[in-house]
Structure formats: C-alpha cells, structure tokens
C-alpha cells in the first residue's frame, strides 16, 4: 500500500472512535471470502445442477445475448432494456478467449467481486470487507452465477481509490466506465465533479467532464446508428419497470404499494422489509453521527455516491421496487457496514461462523427451500 493511500485510509479505519486495529489482514479476509464461496457452491452443487442455475439466473440470457450481438455486430433481433457496458466486457473476454458468454460472464463477475473484496479492503480495511463479502445473499449469487453488480462495483470503488490518491481524471474514467454498466454510476461521476467543484481544481475539472463525455458519445453512438435513439435501451425499463412512468416517485411510496399488493410470500416480505430498516437505520447513523458526516466531508465522491444512491433506492418508482431492493442496495452495503462498525462484535470467529451460515443459507435460497426440503427427503 503506499504512503500517500496509508495516510488516507487510515482516518476511516477508526471511523466513529472504533479501534479495529486488530482487523482480519488481506489474506485473512481473502481466504475467508474463497471458503465461503466455495462452501456456498458446495451446498448448491449437492441440491441441483450449478450450470442449470447459471443459465436462466437473473439477466444472464438477456446479457448473453446483447454480448453475442456485439462479437458479430448485428442488433436486428436484439431488445436492448439493459446496459451494454457488462455486455461488452463479455464480447471482449468471449472473443480473446473463445469462451462463451455466459463462461466469459462467469469469469468477470468472479473476478470483479475479488476485486472488489480487494478495494474495500484498501478503502475502509478487513471487518468491512469481510461482512460485506458475507452480508447479502444477492452479492453472493450476482459474484458467483453472474451478474453485473460485481463488474458496477469493481468501477465505482476503483474511481473512490483513485479519488483518495488525487488522480482524478482514473476516478472520472472509471466511474464513466461504471454509468455505462449500470446508470447509478452517474453518482460517483458527479462526486468527482463535486469534489474538484470544492477544491476550485478546475484545471482537473475540465477534463475529467471530457472523459466522462467521450464515453458517454462512444457508448451511446452504436445506439443511434443501430437502433435509432440514444436511450434505446432506457425506453426498454420505461416500458418494464416504470410502467411508462416517472422513475422517481415520493420516497417510500412504490415500496410501500408493492408490499401491500400482497403478491409476496411472508419470508419475501420479512426479508426485503429486514434490509429496508437495516438501511434506513444505518443511513440515520451515518448522518446524524459527527464522525460520519465528517467522513462523507472527507472523501466528498464516497460521500456523494451515498447520499444520492440512498435517495434513489427510497424513490426508484418501479414494481421491483421493494421484490429486488436486497438486490438494488448491494452497492451501499458497505456503508452500512461501515455506519453500523461500532456495534458489530469484532471477533474473527463469529465472522467466520456467519460467513458459513450466510452461504449456507445463500444456496438454500437459491434454490428455493422447498425445492431443497424435497431433494433431502428424497436423498433420505
């Protein structure tokens, strides 16, 4: 780690007066997240067949799909809802290896999730990055069957590492990189903006809006020459997710609809509504606590992407709103880690005994317990 990361890192792995000097080391923490995962494949394997789970998980059809279009450069029969900057790492792994995309999708969401495991590690050190790593059962899946959270967070935490070094122009290029692949990345985009803004730095401000611009035409220029509009593939979640709507709404008003609607079983519910109040809880402590309020002051980009990812996730006006939220909040969970520090129990072992039983349960849920109840009686 160099001089310049130690001496900024270091006031955050205090954060709030806790004294974690005796945090997991990064190979601690890493052999931690290569045991769990690795258990929770385990547990999966021995309840179904993994490459079945792979290839209808999530949106990895859809995503394979806009990556082949991409490889042979042919959109005619392509629905283009989702972001193509995944898509188009995965033509780019499928066609220097000849792998197929969904092996080439495995691989980058594999690889990006250590990495980011590596980033939180550098950013706000062990007990961070080993709760997170072991907190969600959607980070788990989304780092492990595919997904585009992995590759997202890898590009935002990347932008935050370079922001606390001053390179500045890396942050911007590397949050343009994270807002193609999935559009919240606009808000650590800003957060570089924001934090050049504060320091009158408008020597690294005006270029860092020119990368920012430039990936944006590069990204947008194959939708208008192929499929004629810059926001083909928004018009596609206009049509699916907002039902033709505004993506916003009064915070809290399409969870509250969606949980009433009664479509959801009550283990559904309870667990959405668990980490709704985890994160409304931890984003209350974060704000009304000096120390955090002092840290988002600190590092204005981390601080930044909080605030305005927080508002999104309360306000996105969509049916997922409240079904896919575990999903959706991934990207801040390592705040509410960090905001909740000071009460969790710093022991290397209870970390581990959670880990374990959090990929255990993770690949029961996969499955679905009923499903995995059936193949233990059937196996008995």
Known sequence: MSEGLQIQVAPTRTFGGTNISREPSQGQTLLLVVFCYAFYLCVLSLVTGYWGVVSYYGDNQPYAQISSAIRHWDFSQLHPKLFWGLPYAMAL???STGASDLKSLLFISMAASLIVIFMIYRLWGGWVAGFFAVASREWIERSLLGGAEPLFLACVLGSFVAA???RWLLASLLA??????????IFALVGVGVALLVKRDFRRLVPAVLIGVTV???YILPLVLYLGSPLANVKGYDQADWKSGMPLSIPLVAITQDALAGRATRLNLARTVLWIVLILISTGVIIFRKASRDYLRQFPVEGTFFVLYVLLLFTYNSSWAREEFPRFAIPIIPFVVLGLLPWIPKDRRLLWAFGIFS????????VGFVHTAEMIRKAL
Do not use: H, N, Y
């Open 164 to 166: 606390r070094k001053q």
């Open 216 to 218: 944006g035409i590069l």
């Open 93 to 95: 792994v499928s066609k």
């Open 176 to 185: 343009s990189l994270a807002a193609i692949v999935r559009p919240m990345g």
């Open 359 to 366: 990929a255990t349960l993770s690949a029961i849920e996969t």
